[in-house]
């Protein structure tokens, strides 16, 4: 029997997976909050394997299966200290540590690794960033943040800003919008990052209304959600490319004057200069509150695949 991988939002782009997904994450928090004993993954082992740096994902991860009474395995730097580094495939590495644990989590700097590493896997395979292809259960823990603070989904305007073309949170979470009723995107960046065809084209299909803009003034009264990404040095072929394009957008006094009381401010962290230090005391900047929901929802993400 195939083993239940998670390697793209699609597989939630259901109101009913998320609303499941998030009422067992707010369960999650309940329990760590009254610090209760969670012993939904005790006797398990997850395998965490990064092929790239994390701090958030990797950490939450092990984190949450911590707090569900399970073990971790990990190789934090896998391309460097693994049998990677001698050359061996993706396939065989995976197939190996799926004899060791019960579920893998994969970040790998290809698109495509997660699902090639779930073909090769006997035990379940969780993507935690697959190139600039997609980053899904970041995309779910950014919209639980969303429904947390503002109550709900349907009927927001939500504004994507910085790096759409390598995002692969942005990726993500476009797949779930199909879900929520009303909601209106807007998507700011420079020519270079637009976003790809491909997710535009998906936008359309599911009638979702977007629209394409270069400065971030246009939009920054108008949106709920101001969602922004660093642009990512490590996808650029030359160093000359990242310096034209970083820094195109920082949200900073200026920008929170214009947004609305309510409005949040997201960011999938790291952040490296898009968000001026200043912002962080608004209490509209919901980013660190975000990373925080990062272990419930993962919590409730293995729970669902190991318990
Ligand atoms: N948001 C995110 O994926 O952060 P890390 O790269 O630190 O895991």
Do not use: M, Q, S
């Given at each position: 029997m195939r083993p239940r991988h998670l390697i793209t939002a699609k597989e939630f782009a259901s109101k009913e997976a998320l609303n499941g997904i998030f009422e067992s994450a707010k369960g999650m928090e309940t329990a760590v909050a009254e610090r209760k004993p969670l012993n939904?993954?005790?006797?398990k082992i997850l395998a965490t394997v990064f092929y790239e740096p994390s701090t958030r994902t990797r950490f939450s991860f092990e984190t949450a299966m911590y707090k569900l009474g399970g073990d971790v395995i990990t190789s934090e730097n896998a391309a460097e200290f693994s049998s990677a580094k001698k050359g061996e495939s993706i396939e065989d590495a995976i197939r190996v540590i799926s004899d060791y644990a019960d579920a893998i989590v994969l970040r790998h700097p290809s698109a495509g690794a997660a699902e090639t590493a779930s073909r090769a896997s006997l035990v379940p395979v969780i993507n935690a960033g697959s190139g600039s292809d997609e980053h899904p259960t970041q995309a779910l823990l950014d919209l639980y943040t969303i429904e947390k603070e503002?109550?709900?989904?349907?009927d927001l305007s939500i504004a994507f800003v910085g790096?759409?073309?390598?995002g692969r949170t942005v990726h993500s979470t476009i797949y779930l919008?199909?879900?929520?009723?009303?909601v209106k995107v807007y998507l700011i960046s420079p020519e270079e990052l637009q976003l790809p065809e491909e997710y535009k084209t998906y936008l359309k299909e599911h009638g979702i209304p977007f629209e394409e803009l270069k400065d971030i003034k246009e939009a920054v009264r108008r949106v709920d959600v101001l969602s922004i990404t660093r642009v990512q040095q490590?996808?650029?072929?030359s160093r000359e490319e990242y310096e034209k394009l970083k820094g195109s957008y920082v949200i900073d006094n200026a920008v929170l004057q214009e947004l609305k009381d309510r409005a949040i401010i997201m960011h999938p962290?790291?952040?490296?200069?898009?968000?001026?230090?200043?912002?962080?005391?608004?209490?509209?900047?919901?980013y660190f509150r975000q990373t925080k929901n990062g272990i419930y929802v993962r919590m409730a993400l293995l729970k669902m695949i190991l318990a």
């Open positions: 939904n993954c005790a006797g503002l109550g709900k989904i349907d790096d759409l073309r390598f919008l199909p879900a929520y009723r009303g490590e996808r650029f072929a962290l790291p952040r490296i200069d898009e968000i001026a230090k200043e912002v962080d005391g608004d209490v509209r900047a919901a």
